[in-house]
């Protein structure tokens, strides 16, 4: 006889380290106690974790918004010969790296839209500015749809290894999470019908595994994907996880970022996009359900810093990084895309929702940091910088 699945019989299994299934997983998506899931959640979180709260010294650049394609969620693309299309040259991509180095980033988020035009030779130069500007700053560039375009126009679009590492000789260092937004096949036609599907996105990713390269993952929910989606896609994700550990590969997922669909001027504007109560659940059954992923990070632009406070206690162990400069959504329709939090912000929101804000780099080792001079734990100095340009709050 089956067993009857409430959250009573998956604290259960949480209290004894079980895996939760598939039918856990669709119960926890229908369940309406937010609170309940939060707190369960919070159990597995605090096993893990204590109470650290991880954030990190970033800054974000978005090389140019020019894209091939139209995703109808999407608020961040232009057409080349849009007023406010851009391109960013190497030079300035330089000049990011600098900028970071100033700061005492430990880490440049790149990404950007799939340009029609700019050669492979764009990609790698734009990598080695950075990374002789900067050589500590650890670069982590180009989501797997954007890989997958690189393959294209390097001409070796079946070659993915060799595209990785003619990136990582010159400078890419990890992979961030986006372009998975839903996997099911259904949103995909109708949300983002010309982006990879589901099996080239986990491609690149087992791909950089195999290199060595850590990468993570991402979900954009709250648009016209359902529950059964949402629980799919978690579920493709750990069974991806699942296999890189089984095989022993030196790379693997390091977190996962739900990041809430946020309607802005897109094709799917007149949808609301998620509730505040909706973002914690989300993350909270993220927690539950990816028993293999060591982090749930909160991306507070999207999420907003005071809900980030609160997602602490549902599952969430990360909330990301100072971000100067994050182009691809503006929450709330603000127009400016300069959106930064000192790092005495950040840890001021950690330590007021009662947790203990601990550096990382982009590979969770702990930062030890003295104004923009910082190190890995237990490693040799990185980075120097004049404190007199450091923003610290
Ligand atoms: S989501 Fe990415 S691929 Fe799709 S239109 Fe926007 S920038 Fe282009």
Not at 55 to 69: D, E, G, I, K, P
Not at 189 to 218: C, I, P, Y
Request: glycine share 8%; net charge negative.
């Amino acid at each position: 006889m089956a067993m009857t699945v409430n959250l009573h019989s998956i604290a259960r299994k949480i209290e004894n380290d079980r895996r939760l299934d598939e039918a856990d997983g669709r119960f926890l998506f229908v369940c309406r106690d937010v609170h309940g899931i939060g707190e369960l959640a919070d159990r597995v979180r605090r096993r893990r974790h204590g109470d650290i709260t991880y954030y990190n010294v970033n800054r974000h650049f978005n090389y140019s918004n020019v894209c091939a394609l139209r995703c109808r969620f999407c608020d961040f693309y232009r057409k080349r010969d849009d007023a406010s299309a851009y391109e960013s040259s190497i030079d300035e991509a330089r000049q990011q790296a600098e900028l970071a180095r100033q700061a005492g980033a430990t880490e440049i988020h790149i990404v950007g839209g799939l340009h029609p035009y700019l050669p492979f030779d764009y990609y790698t130069d734009m990598l080695r500015a950075i990374r002789q500007a900067y050589p500590s700053l650890h670069i982590k560039a180009f989501t797997a749809v954007e890989i997958i375009h690189l393959a294209r126009i390097s001409k070796r679009p079946r070659d993915l290894h060799g595209v990785l590492l003619d990136l990582i000789d010159a400078g890419l260092g990890s992979l961030p999470g986006g372009g998975a937004e839903i996997f099911d096949d259904r949103v995909h036609d109708e949300a983002f019908k010309g982006k990879v599907r589901s099996g080239q996105w986990f491609e690149v990713h087992r791909a950089a595994h195999e290199l060595g390269l850590m990468s993570n993952a991402t979900i954009l929910y709250g648009h016209i994907e359902s529950p059964e989606d949402r629980l799919q896609h978690l579920l493709m994700l750990r069974a991806a996880q699942d296999e890189a550990n089984r095989d022993g590969l030196p790379g693997r997922f390091q977190t996962v970022i739900p990041l809430p669909f946020v309607p802005g001027r897109s094709a799917l504007n007149h949808l609301p996009g998620p509730t505040g109560l909706d973002d914690l659940k989300m993350l909270a059954i993220g927690r539950l359900l990816l028993d293999n992923f060591d982090h749930i990070k909160a991306f507070w632009i999207m999420q907003s810093i005071g809900l980030s406070q609160l997602a602490l206690q549902f599952g969430v162990d990360d909330i990301d990084g100072t971000v100067v400069w994050y182009d691809i959504t503006k929450a709330d329709g603000r127009s400016t895309t300069h959106q930064e939090l000192s790092v005495s912000d950040l840890r001021d929101a950690i330590v007021a929702a009662g947790f203990v804000p601990v550096e990382r780099d982009t590979l969770y080792r702990r930062v030890e940091r003295d104004g923009a001079r910082w190190r890995v734990e237990s490693g040799p100095s990185l980075s120097a910088a004049p404190p007199s340009q450091v923003r610290l709050g």
